[in-house]
């Protein structure tokens, strides 16, 4: 596939289907949505069978100069490709989860649902810092209209709160931007990631970024924003702000503030482990008392990506890779989960787990999902999210024991509320006859919820097909950060060998002290 623009063919392709969706009718959109989002799922499985994983670092780069030093430069390495796969693969299944609910304007809703595709691809691939930042700052406009166009009874304020957090963060970080294209006399991303910025300058630059990818992620305390969008949000909206928008700050992290400027990050490192600390006790204790369903994922969601940020800053490959596969599996579990919320909200038009109970005996099908889902939230071995929980915490331990030791509280409190939710919903007596008298999956529901469930149990079973395209990747950015890393509190001081005869004659006088 050389010299073939693949990943300007995957943008077009979700670009053509929205202008052709503003045209059409409602179910004409419906199909043309359909049918673009599974054109470029098809494009995503090619780039990932043709993706070289011994190869060059940057592959299916594209150059065309635009103005100045504004370039249209695509170009992807092992991490942004498995976040390409994931919007890809997230993206026909919110199509179909809005095939019913969705009724008034349905082609604006079709078309901005593909234009946030585009930029979603755009964020992941582009290698002009410019055009990462109109990528990941246009972001905001489709997801804007979707909560407060098609959103709940709240959706205004949730669409101006989400859009004013997220907006006012990056101003510093275009800033940061222009000092440091002005600086290093590139806007290519790869040049600017091996560029050595003076120490005294790169405590402010990771400031000013920090403040756009940690609202993005996001991390406590500018977290509010999550659980009223969410709340909000149509449920394919709630599905790919978890799955893929709230990944745009790990990867920034990882693009960026890790590679560009690695003594600030590890100067820094104890802001980040300490918000983060924050952020998995507090929000798992708020997740544990919620009546609300969406609220209630969209804590969790906050407490999953804190274990996300300690493992990028724990400047390891076995915390690096943690993290990256805690954001792969979180987007497509509490993707699932949302689903899971939308699928009986349909039905009973009410998020309050106070009006459900004992699902399991009229809707057995889906309460063997949601079990499947609910337990891969909590990290269960053999589901997405504990091998990347496990290398997460594995790494912070390397160079923080206490962060490690708060972190693993999450895993214990996410049992709590996520097992506490489930047997709300699923057991105990059915009090409501209208909850009762709630069909099963229909077969479009399950064939939204089969995929994702097949994709979080083979990540479970076999991590290595995901982790492999990044390990190069992985262990560049943790040799870049080698010189910078703080000195970890939990290596073992091993003494020296002793020679085995020396050895065996202390075990023998030790025996006989003891005789």
């Known amino acids: 596939m050389d010299g073939f623009p693949i990943l300007s063919l995957m943008m077009a392709v979700p670009m053509a289907g929205a202008i052709a969706c503003l045209f059409a009718g409602a179910n004409a959109a419906r199909w043309i949505a359909l049918i673009a989002t599974l054109v470029d799922l098809v494009l995503g499985i090619l780039l990932w069978a043709n993706f070289d994983q011994g190869g060059l670092q940057w592959q299916f780069q594209e150059y065309s100069p635009i103005f100045g030093r504004f370039a249209w430069a695509l170009g992807i390495d092992g991490i942004a490709l498995m976040l390409i796969i994931l919007t890809v693969f997230l993206m026909p299944i919110c199509i179909g989860a809005s095939w019913e609910a969705i009724n008034k304007r349905v082609g604006e809703y079709m078309a901005a649902f593909l234009f946030m595709e585009v930029l979603m691809i755009g964020v992941f691939a ?9 990528m990941f700052e246009a972001g905001l406009i489709p997801m804007y209209l979707i909560i407060g166009i098609w959103g709940g009874a709240d959706r205004i304020y949730a669409s101006y709160k989400f859009f004013l957090y997220t907006l006012l963060g990056s101003v510093l970080m275009l800033i940061a931007m222009m000092w440091m294209v002005h600086e290093a006399g590139t806007t290519e991303i790869p040049a600017l990631m091996a560029y050595d910025f003076d120490p005294h300058v790169q405590t402010w630059l990771f400031l000013a970024f920090f403040a756009s990818f940690a609202v993005k992620m996001p991390m406590w305390p500018v977290h509010t924003w999550l659980p009223d969008a969410h709340v909000q949000a149509p449920t394919a909206g709630s599905v790919i702000l978890a799955g893929v928008l709230l990944k745009m700050g790990g990867y920034g992290f990882i693009r960026f503030s890790l590679p560009m400027f690695p003594e600030a990050s590890s100067q820094l490192a104890w802001l980040v482990w300490g918000l983060s600390m924050v952020a998995v006790v507090y929000t798992s204790l708020v997740a544990l008392v919620q009546s609300d369903m969406k609220k209630l994922i969209a804590y969790s969601s906050v407490a999953h990506m804190a274990i996300v ?6 400047f390891n490959q076995a915390g690096i890779e943690g993290a990256m596969m805690v ?3 979180h987007g497509l579990v509490s993707g699932a989960l949302f689903l899971c919320v939308g699928v009986i909200y349909d039905r009973l038009h009410t998020r309050e787990i106070s009006r459900y109970g004992g699902l399991s005996i009229n809707m057995p ?3 063997v999902l949601f079990l499947l889902f609910t337990m891969a939230s909590v990290g269960l071995p053999g589901t997405s999210n504990f091998v990347g929980e496990f290398l997460a915490l594995m790494g912070i331990y390397q160079a923080s024991s206490w962060v490690a030791l708060v972190c693993t509280t999450g895993i214990i409190l996410g049992a709590a509320y996520m097992l506490y939710l489930y047997r709300r919903i699923a057991y105990g007596e059915q009090v409501n006859a209208d909850a009762a ?5 229909s077969a479009r529901e399950i064939a939204l919820l089969a995929p994702i469930a097949a994709a979080v149990l083979w990540m479970g079973v076999y991590p290595e097909s995901f982790l492999a395209p990044m390990r190069s990747d992985i262990r560049a950015l943790e040799a870049r950060l080698a010189p910078a890393a703080p000195a970890g509190d939990s290596h073992i001081k091993m003494g020296a060998a002793k020679p085995a005869g020396e050895a065996h004659h202390e075990e023998v006088s030790a025996h006989g002290e003891a005789h």
């Open 327 to 329: 954001m792969l599996g």
């Open 126 to 134: 582009a290698q002009d810092i410019y055009l990462f930042y109109v």
């Open 365 to 367: 099908k889906y309460a």
């Open 309 to 314: 940020t300690v493992g990028l800053f724990a």
């Open 437 to 441: 008298a709630m069909p099963d999956l």
